[in-house]
């Protein structure tokens, strides 16, 4: 292979085995040196970048990590899941996901407040900001209006940016920890915190909200999830659950309840999104799992046509009238 492979390809495949080797969730219990040894093998005769996709292919898949990627400048490539969300999409799921992502909020019977909190695919600040004081907007609008209870939907959340949307919602919770991204090790736990109802790093906040309408840390909330409930999405569930007053009804989440960080390389010619650090909530209970299980199962329809007639929805507001009664 060395006497026929540029020295550039031969750099291109070595900083990405060395990415996925020091990065990955789940590198550490793999035999690097028998992968590393397969790999300039199956590439032995390679020419350029391109020649080498399915040989780095064949050792992304080694990780089983169905929650990131590999890609060069033509094609890319995932691990495929044990359980595709998108086949366990129910029908109402599917027709409410062609309106788009949006927010939704409704008062409901005994005065409980609805909010379903979508995906949120952005990485600019600006586009952070606008989403964050949406979601903070409608809650505010949601709690002027003294309900008794609350119930906020993530069966249609399956990820993206989790700042605008701990941002959006951070009233409901008040200062501290809410989550930690924890190291392959377990042992180095990095929390998240709230200040001023926006998630911080250190001091910093990570996003503008410009309406603070108080602080609600021990509302009744009933939260919805389920098989598209996704990544942020299934983090912000994590979050909900160990939160006062609160319980989490419907089906179990996707299974992407892990944190990820992409990496460049070889000039912005190869890129991999890798599953980086396990999920732990605000008592450092890691997520190995990486799915969340609802308090109270319930297999719905998901009727988005006609909430009040949702057996989740009804199940969370039976539970929520004793709460208030």
Not at 11 to 28: E, G
Request: with cysteine.
């Amino acid at each position: 292979m060395r006497a026929q492979t540029p020295d550039s390809v031969k750099t291109y495949v070595d900083s990405a085995l060395y990415l996925m080797q020091k990065h990955s969730l789940y590198a550490k219990p793999l035999d690097w040196k028998t992968i590393r040894d397969s790999v300039h093998y199956k590439a032995r005769t390679a020419k350029s970048y391109s020649d080498v996709f399915l040989a780095l292919v064949y050792a992304y898949d080694q990780l089983k990590d169905h929650h990131g990627m590999f890609a060069n400048t033509e094609r890319m490539h995932r691990f495929p899941p044990p359980r595709n969300p998108s086949d366990r999409m129910s029908e109402g799921i599917k027709k409410e996901y062609l309106k788009g992502p949006r927010i939704k909020k409704a008062m409901l019977a005994n005065q409980v407040a609805y909010l379903k909190i979508p995906a949120m695919q952005v990485t600019k600040q600006d586009a952070v900001d606008q989403w964050a004081n949406s979601l903070r907007d409608s809650l505010c609008a949601l709690l002027s209006q003294t309900p008794s209870a609350l119930i906020v939907d993530l069966r249609m959340n399956n990820g993206g940016n989790s700042v605008p949307m701990q941002a959006g919602v951070g009233s409901l919770f008040g200062d501290g920890i809410v989550t930690y991204t924890v190291d392959r090790d377990k042992k180095t736990f990095v929390p998240t915190m709230l200040t001023n109802g926006v998630p911080v790093d250190g001091t910093k906040p990570l996003a503008t909200v410009k309406n603070t309408c108080g602080t609600y840390p021990t509302i009744p909330i009933a939260v919805l999830i389920g098989p598209s409930t996704v990544s942020s999405g299934e983090i912000l569930a994590v979050a909900f659950k160990e939160r006062k007053n609160t319980r989490l009804f419907g089906e179990p989440t996707a299974g992407f309840c892990n944190a990820t960080e992409g990496f460049l390389f070889a000039k912005n010619q190869g890129y991999f999104l890798l599953s980086t650090s396990y999920i732990a909530d605000k008592h450092k209970r890691i997520y190995t799992e990486q799915e969340v299980k609802p308090d109270v199962f319930v297999r719905s329809a998901d009727n988005y046509e006609d909430l009040p007639s949702d057996v989740t929805v009804q199940a969370a507001l039976n539970w929520l009238k004793q709460q208030v009664d």
